[in-house]
Each structure stands twice: as C-alpha cells, then as structure tokens.
C-alpha cells in the first residue's frame, strides 16, 4: 500500500509537458542526433564544439535536460546499503532482547514477539535473530549492546509531519523567530532549513517524547511560504542545520548532488489557504514580541481575502507553468540539435522550486482549514495538474471527503489535531471524531503537532486521543509512523521496523496508546538518545491496548449537524436514577476527596440518586431500590464497572468569556491595565474593578464539551493583557443562561494579576511596586476607591490574591513581598501563584511561605524565557513539578491555557498521577483539578457532599481512556444530566 501511493505522483503525471517532452525524446533517440553526439561531447569536447558549431553551454543544457527526467524517490536499489549515510563510525551494533515489537506492516496490525537487531544505523534483522548470520563471534559480542526489555513494545520512531522546531523555537526570544516571512503572499524561494536554530530546547525534549524526525516547515502567514526541510532530532557531532537534514534535496548548497540510480530525494513545500494569508502588511510592527500563537491566531485583520489568496496561487502557477513549457520546448529542440536562436537553459532561480512542484517532485504540504479552502485548493490542483501531499488542520476535511478524493493525482493525507480546535473560525467546526470518519472514507490520517502550538514531546498523545475516539488502533499507531513518513516521501526508510530502514525506534513503558506512555529509550540511526532514563513503574494492564468506549453515536451527529451537533445537555426525565455496575464512588467532603465505596472483584455496586441527590450506595443488597422509589419510575444506568467521581474544575484559559480566541467579537475584550495606559473616568479611572461575572457567556461549545468530559464548574478571571485582571468567578459549564438557576456558583472568587514580561512593559520591578503599594493599603484609609478594596481585602488575607507568574525569581520576590506585607499588616495573605513552571527550584520556601501552586500547563514547556528551567519529568527526571511540589504538603492544582483543552483535564490529571509512579493516588489526582484548585482559587461554597456536582462514567474510571462520560448529578440544581 505504501508503495502504491509513492508512486502515485509520479504516475499522475502522464497529461504534462513533461510527458510530451519525453516522447520527443524516445523519438529522437530512434533517429541517432544529438544525444549521441553530446555523449561522444563529453569525450573530445574542443574537438566536437568546433565541429558541430554547439553553443558553449551545449553541454550543461543537455544535462539540465536530462535531469528534468529523474523523478523523485528513492533508488531502486535503496535496501542493498549495509551502511545508513547517517551512520555514525563507532555506535555499537544493540540488540532488544524479548520485545513486543510493532512493524507498521500489514496496515499496521503486524505485532512481532522477539528481537531486534540494529547496526550501522540500519535495522538489521526484527523476529527470531541468529547473531552467528550477521558474523558476530565471541568479539563481536564484546561490542553488542544487548538489552533485555522484558516484553516492552517497540516501535518505529515518532514521525511529525508538520513542525516548527528550530525556526520558531524555544524559548521563544524576538532574536529567534523565523518561521513566518512577511515580505509577500508567494514565496516558494524560501527555506525553512535557513532559519533552522540548533539550540532549540526542545529538540531533547521532543526526542524524550519518542519523537526521531520531523517535517520542519515554515509558517502559515503566506499563500506559498517555501521549502521545507525533513530532520532527524538528534545531535550531530557537526552541531550544524544541514547535518541535521534527513535525505536533503539536491542544490541546498549548489553542488547538484544526486545519489546513485538517479535518485533524487523528494524535495517539501509549504501552501496555506484560507485566514492565514493576512499577516503580510502588518510590515515591521508585526515582527516583535508576539508568541507564535499570538501570530496564529491574529486573524484576518490586514491584507488578503481567500479570492486575493486564490488569485496569488494561480498567478504563481501559471508563472511556473510557462518556465516548464519554456524548458520542455528548449529541451525538445536542443535533443533535436536544433541550437539555432536557443539561447540558454530557461531558469528562474525564484521559480525554479514551483516548477519542481509541477514536475511532481515536491512534496506539497497544505494548511488549509474550510470546506471553501480545500474546494479552492483541489481546483487549483486540477487546473495545475499537481498532487498535494497532506492537508494540515483540515478542520472541515471530515466534512468533504469527496472534495479531497477529487484532488489531482491522489487524495491528499489529512494531518490533524485530535481535540485541538475552534481557537478560529476556520476551526470552529473541528471535531474529534475527524480522524475515524476521514478513515472511514478512505483518506490517511495522521497526527501532527504544529509544535510549538503543540509540544510535539506529547505527538503521540493525538494518537492516543483519536484511538479514544474511534479510529482503529492500527490506524492511530500508523498516523504518528508509517503514514507520515509516506506524507513525507521517505517511507522507504522511516516510519517501519523493519530490516533494512533507519534504526530509528522507541521503546515503551507502556502500550503507546495507553495514557502516558513514555519512552524507555529512544534510538536514532541506532544511537541511544536518553542518558540514564528514569522508568516509572505502571500497573499491569497500561501494557495492553485500552479498551476505548463506543462513540458511534457521536460521529454520526458531527457530520448530520456540520460540526455543530447540539451539546445542550437532557435533564433525566424522572426524578429517580439508579446507576448499577458501579465499582468506585469518590465523594467531596469539605476540603477533602475520599473513595468511600470500592467494589470487590466480581461485584459491582449501585448509586442511588434522587433529584441529583445521592440518597443511597454501596452493594446492591445493602442499597435496595425498593427502599425509596415506592413504585415511581426509575431510569436505571449500567454502568459497566464505571464509577460516580467529583465534577472537576477547570482555570487558566478564557472559558466562559470567550468562544471563539481569534475572533474579538465572540468573547468580552480585554480590560484595561491602569498600569499601562489609561482607564476612562466613568469606569472608576485607575480605582476600576473589574468583575469576570458582569461578562460571563455560557453555552459556548468548548464549555458543553467539557461539561461532557466531567469538568462541571470553571473559575474564570477577566481576560487581560498586562499588569491587571479583575475579579473572577465561578460557573457552572453545563448551563445554558445566566439565570438559569445554579448557572453562576460564586459571583466572585479572588483577585487576579499577572507579574512578568508577557512581552509588554512596564518592568517586573514596576509591577512588583504596584502590587506592595495596593496590598498595603491601610483599612481606615478613606481615600481608596473601588479597586484598592479588593487588594485592600486580600491583604487582610480576607480574599485570595492569585498572581501569575512564571520564573523562580519572580516566585522568590513573591514570597519575601508576602512576609513583608504579613509584617507588616499582622495577617495572613492568601496567596496563589499560577503557571508556576519554575516552581520546583523553591518548592522549601514556597511551603514555608505557605503559597499555593495552580500549575499550567500541566505538563511544563519552556515556551518563554521565564519558563526556561522545566523540570521534565520522566524519562528525564524522576520527579515531576506536581509530585515534587505536592510532597512538600503544597497544595497544587493544575490549569490549564486554551479553552478548547478544559475537556482533556480528565486526563491530564491521570497523566499526572501515572507519571508520579504511584506517588500520587487517584484521590489526589481528582484533587489536583477540584478541591485543591478551588481552595486555591477562593472557591468555597461547593466543598460539601450536598452541593457538588458528581460525574457518572461508564467502563471505567474518570481518569482513563476506558470510560466515557455519561451524565451528570447536580444536587444543587436538583436534577441528573444524562449525556
Ligand atoms: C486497514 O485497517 C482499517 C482499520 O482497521 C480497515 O478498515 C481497512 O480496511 C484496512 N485496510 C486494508 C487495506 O487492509
Ligand atoms: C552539499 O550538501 C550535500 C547534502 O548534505 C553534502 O553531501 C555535500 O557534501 C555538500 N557539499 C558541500 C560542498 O558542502
Ligand atoms: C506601526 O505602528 C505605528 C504606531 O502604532 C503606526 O503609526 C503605523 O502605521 C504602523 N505601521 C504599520 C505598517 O502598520
């Protein structure tokens, strides 16, 4: 199958030019000319010139002709090297003793039990391995590095398909972004290789991660935004770019090389339809202190409309479309010897890598979001006559199989985020059945990480999540192997384990479609990549492949709504539930989580609710039916070995305020920093306090779908900017209005400010000044206004203040600001520090100060400067942030940055307790994301059985891919939600 697509391009090109130029050509052979008089040329060139009056370039045309044959792809006889050009002399030949190995072979369900064997860069041999047929004697032993990994899974190395690691790299500095051009829409000329910075944190971090190569490509502010180059992550002993490049195409450095058999590798090219083109004309004020989300999600403020964007496309290709009709003429009559009036070889140096694109040796990669883009784009395909080789993001693909199966040549692959979506409108419909339904269709998916929109440490977290919502599991393991690597065209040597391709491989502490599953070791052109990696100990059944829910249902409704199914949650209809199969109930008491019932082995329990209100759990015998539903109708829910948990929490992003992040329209602003700029008179002036809850929107789509996932409440504070938020607010996710009743929790909670350099002035120093001059506000100073009041409050301890802050010197600054105050009030401040990834350098002092920890995200990522110093955790530390932080009796809490990803905090605190390797217990865990972050965040009219919101899961627990939410009890609204 693999084949078959990679020669697809090339196939495809029988109606160009090209063709009719290569029949000339057989033609002319037949008849005896020129060809055969430029080959004797090359023997008596002075001799032959004179003779035949050839013009002086004779020779360099004809080879320039001759080389518009070669097609891209790899030689033949690519699988006879014993060696990789990659190889590294003297890496010791490893063998993996007794592994579960996955292949990536028979459309990815091949599962081989034994050994692998790799040297000189190249899996030698994957099964049962005689090391006698590969000469190894007594000596040869001495070198072998044998490793027993006791029935750990292997796989190929992680491929990403679409990243920006090194041309937008981290931390993000202004002397370091060079993904995104603004010099003009089209741009086929540039090369991401050039921006490709080697000191990248994120390179080690992504190999932790089992990720060997990606696509490095450039950003989406262009129509056409240049070449992109392939590289393996690890480090050379060079330590340039171009030693990092994996089958780099001919010319990068103007020596034309071609391998052997006239290979010549596949050449990638960056497109992108759609919103994205509208960054050019922003000029120099575009170019700093923006993050690179920032940039994504500017919208289309400036320049082009899809019909502006459009044009530029067939403008650029009909530009390109003429040079290879020019050369194809040339070439017809200079193989004719027709050098009459020829002139040179028609080039354009611009041009040249779009001519490629229509010679069908490029690889095509394609941001392009709405069912118009792709529409536009397949047109554009067949009016040019050249194949795309991915969509990426493709929000609505799933919607328009049939647009992309009519693209030219093949239908392109269809690379994705698996619940990263409506950040902007074009990715509003976006769903996460997106990857089962495209399959079903017949299109490839794979998973990409964009990175550093997404860490592409966690790439195989996508696949995890598509498998959890539906796409078959060899699909999910190849949309992050085999099938990016044929995305990318070097499938012929990545992508499988196999004998013969790259010794790139990773080895798992757990099944890799099972929640946090992290590398053992990772091999790249068969050198081990972690020093001493430290491996967490999991329980037994993470090694098998998780047993994922139906959601059949689901999928169907995404399509027959467009992406917009209603999510609106269904009150049950009587006033009785009776939940069975339960095996874990874990309750809220004030302050605290407890599991108060845990089924036994082949027993289950039932739960009881009478108007959202528990009235009775435990053993089916001890929590009779007949004891209270006296004969009224009760809806009975099996729930399959589930369990009734907490509702979680979910702070750190705008939901709530805010439904669409690129879209100002769709969500409350931003407030007004008295810190910077000017507050208008009527608001209150400097004195102006702003409340989250005067602004809250509810129904929005990514608070249904959290609502969905368990997550019932948010705490939200005002969307800001700069020095200053506001107060925030607690709400319940699933409600549809502001007066519905229960719909708001707790109208304010605390107050929120941000300390740190965000890219904005003023200085921290200034801001760490403001802050100790509102603090320490005097209670009998009459001359404080409205805003000072809160301040005032929270320096009496009477409010928490939550401050959000990143470096370690920031936090040190917070706490000896926090005894200062204390001294000299005499109280106690509530303080709660927010982001916090520096955290773990103080974790002593931070108790002793008694400060409280909402870590986000939280799973950390040197994105900015004050991030910088992560702890990692496993395989390249031992400790994670939470578990360092939580044993030191801290109380943490996660959050999170971006509202789309509230519905994935259910695993986000599994991942974490999973990581702890048992240090963290499932109780703690739904801790980390309900009572602790309430407590942090002034949360507290809901810390009591008679008012929390509990969570109904069928198959499993809340904190696993086995389950599936599936409804919602609410003593406080009275009613059970079923979903
Ligand atoms: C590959 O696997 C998928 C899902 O398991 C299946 O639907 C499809 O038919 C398979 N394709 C081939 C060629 O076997
Ligand atoms: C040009 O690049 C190719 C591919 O990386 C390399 O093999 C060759 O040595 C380079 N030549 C020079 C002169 O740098
Ligand atoms: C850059 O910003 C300045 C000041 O805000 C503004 O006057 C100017 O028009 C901007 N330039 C462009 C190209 O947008």
């Known amino acids: 199958m693999a084949k078959r697509a990679h020669n697809l391009p090339m196939n495809a090109h029988s109606a160009t030019p090209l063709r009719k130029f290569k029949g000339k050509l057989i033609i002319t052979l037949a008849v005896l000319t020129s060809l055969q008089l430029y080959l004797i040329s090359i023997s008596f060139p002075t001799l032959f010139r004179r003779a035949s009056r050839l013009p002086l370039h004779a020779e360099h045309s004809l080879a320039r002709c001759a080389s518009l044959n070669v097609a891209a792809g790899p030689p033949a006889n690519f699988h006879d090297r014993s060696e990789s050009d990659r190889f590294v002399a003297g890496t010791k030949p490893t063998l993996l003793h007794n592994a579960r190995i996955w292949t990536g072979e028979n459309n990815g369900t091949e599962i081989l039990h034994g050994d692998v064997f790799i040297d000189k860069g190249i899996i030698q041999g994957v099964g049962n391995i005689d090391l006698r047929a590969f000469g190894l004697?007594?000596?040869?032993?001495?070198?072998?590095?044998?490793?027993?990994?006791h029935g750990a899974w292997v796989t190929p190395g992680i491929v990403d398909p679409h990243s920006h690691l090194g041309d937008g790299s981290s931390p993000s500095l202004d002397g370091a972004v060079d993904d995104n051009s603004l010099k003009g829409t089209i741009q086929p000329w540039l090369r991401s290789l050039d921006g490709l910075n080697t000191h990248d944190d994120s390179y080690a971090l992504s190999i932790a991660g089992g990720v060997t190569t990606a696509l490095v490509l450039p950003g989406s502010a262009n129509a056409i935004g240049g070449q992109a180059f392939t590289i393996k992550l690890r480090k050379s002993a060079e330590r340039s770019p171009t030693s990092m490049l994996l089958e780099p195409p001919r010319d990068i450095n103007g020596t034309n090389h071609e391998t052997a058999g006239g290979h010549l590798p596949w050449r990638q090219m960056k497109h992108a339809c759609g919103e994205q083109d509208n960054f050019v004309g922003l000029g120099s004020n575009f170019t700093v202190s923006w993050t690179l989300?920032?940039?994504?999600?500017?919208?289309?403020?400036?320049?082009?409309?899809?019909?502006?964007?459009?044009?530029?496309?067939?403008?650029?290709?009909?530009?390109?479309?003429?040079?290879?009709?020019?050369?194809?003429?040339?070439?017809s009559a200079a193989v004719a010897g027709q050098w009459t009036g020829l002139g040179e070889f028609p080039e354009d140096l611009q041009w040249e890598a779009l001519v490629d694109v229509l010679r069908g040796r490029v690889r095509v990669q394609t941001h392009c979001y709405e069912a118009v883009d792709l529409d536009d784009l397949i047109r554009l395909t067949n009016e040019f006559k050249f194949p795309i080789a991915a969509v990426h993001h493709a929000h609505e693909a799933y919607l328009v199989p049939d647009v992309l199966k009519r693209a030219y040549g093949h239908p392109p692959a269809v690379a994705i985020f698996a619940t990263n979506a409506r950040y902007k409108r074009e990715a509003y419909r976006g769903s996460e059945f997106a990857a089962r339904i495209l399959s079903e269709n017949g299109l490839n998916v794979v998973v990409k990480s964009d990175h550093p929109v997404l860490n592409s440490r966690y790439l195989l977290y996508e696949a995890q999540q598509v498998h959890y919502y539906g796409l078959p599991a060899n699909l999910a393991l190849a949309a992050t192997t085999t099938l990016p690597a044929q995305v990318l065209g070097l499938e012929h040597r990545i992508g499988y384990l196999k004998q013969g391709w790259d010794a790139d491989l990773v080895v798992w502490d757990s099944h890799p479609l099972a929640l946090g599953a992290t590398p053992v070791q990772v091999f790249i052109d068969g050198i081990p990549q972690l020093d001493a990696p430290h491996v967490v100990s999991k329980p037994d059944k993470f090694q098998d492949l998780p047993k994922v829910p139906n959601f059949?249902?689901?999928?169907?409704?995404?399509?027959?709504f467009e992406g917009l199914p209603p999510l609106l949650p269904k009150r049950a209809s009587t006033d009785f539930v009776l939940f069975t199969g339960v095996r874990s109930v874990i309750l809220p008491g004030r302050d605290y989580l407890a599991e108060l019932f845990s089924a036994q082995e082949d027993e289950a329990g039932v739960v009881a609710v009478q108007n959202g209100d528990i009235i009775c759990y435990g053993t089916a015998a001890a929590c009779s039916l007949d004891n209270f539903a006296d004969g009224e109708r009760v809806r009975v829910v099996d729930l399959q070995g589930?369990?009734?948990?907490?509702?979680?929490?979910?702070?750190?992003?705008?939901?709530?305020?805010?439904?669409?992040?690129?879209?100002?329209s769709t969500g409350d602003g931003r407030v007004f920093d008295p810190l910077t700029g000017w507050v208008p008179k009527l608001v209150g002036g400097d004195d102006s306090i702003v409340r989250a809850v005067d602004a809250l929107q509810f129904a929005g789509r990514d608070a249904l779908l959290a609502y969905r996932a368990g997550v019932t409440k948010a705490i939200v504070a005002p969307v800001h900017s700069g020095f200053y938020s506001g107060l925030g607010t607690a709400f319940s996710t699933g409600a549809a209005h502001k007066l519905e009743d229960g719909a708001v929790v707790q109208e304010v909670t605390a107050l929120h400010v941000s300390v740190g350099h965000f890219g904005r002035?003023?200085?921290?120093?200034?801001?760490?000044?403001?802050?100790?001059?509102?603090?320490?506000?005097?209670?009998?100073?009459?001359?404080?206004?409205?805003?000072?009041?809160?301040?005032?409050?929270?320096?009496?301890?009477?409010?928490?203040?939550?401050?959000?802050?990143?470096?370690?010197?920031?936090?040190?600054?917070?706490?000896?600001?926090?005894?200062?105050?204390?001294?000299?009030?005499?109280?106690?401040?509530?303080?709660?520090?927010?982001?916090?990834?520096?955290?773990?350098?103080?974790?002593?002092?931070?108790?002793e100060a008694d400060i409280g920890i909402i870590f986000k995200p939280s799973r950390p990522f040197p994105a900015v400067w004050e991030q910088r110093r992560v702890l990692p955790g496993p395989p390249l530390s031992k400790d994670t942030e939470i578990a360092l932080l939580l044993s030191h009796n801290i109380t943490v809490g996660i959050g999170i940055e971006e509202a789309w990803?509230?519905?994935?905090?259910r695993f986000d605190v599994g991942w974490a307790a999973l990581e702890a390797g048992g240090r963290i217990s499932k109780v703690q865990a739904l801790a980390l994301a309900s009572t602790n972050l309430e407590v942090l965040l002034g949360g507290g009219v809901e810390n009591s059985l008679r008012t929390s919101d509990l969570v109904a899961t069928q198959g499993g627990d809340l904190l696993s891919f086995d389950s599936k939410v599936v409804g919602v009890l609410s003593p406080r609204r009275g009613s059970v939600d079923l979903f």
């Open 901 to 905: 990803s509230a519905r994935n905090t």
């Open 761 to 847: 002035e003023p200085s921290v120093s200034t801001q760490i000044a403001a802050l100790r001059g509102l603090l320490l506000k005097l209670p009998d100073d009459d001359s404080i206004g409205a805003a000072s009041k809160p301040f005032r409050d929270a320096g009496r301890g009477l409010i928490p203040i939550v401050v959000e802050a990143y470096s370690a010197d920031v936090i040190a600054t917070l706490i000896l600001l926090k005894k200062e105050v204390e001294g000299k009030t005499g109280t106690t401040i509530k303080m709660t520090i927010v982001g916090a990834t520096e955290a773990h350098l103080l974790a002593e002092e931070i108790a």
């Open 137 to 149: 004697d007594a000596d040869g032993f001495a070198e072998l590095n044998v490793v027993d990994v």
């Open 293 to 331: 989300q920032e940039r994504i999600l500017v919208g289309r403020v400036y320049g082009d409309t899809r019909m502006d964007t459009f044009w530029a496309f067939r403008q650029a290709y009909d530009k390109a479309r003429q040079i290879l009709e020019k050369q194809d003429a040339y070439c």
């Open 552 to 560: 059949d249902r689901e999928a169907e409704e995404a399509v027959t």
């Open 642 to 664: 589930g369990a009734i948990s907490p509702g979680l929490l979910t702070y750190g992003s705008p939901l709530g305020l805010q439904e669409i992040e690129a879209e100002s």
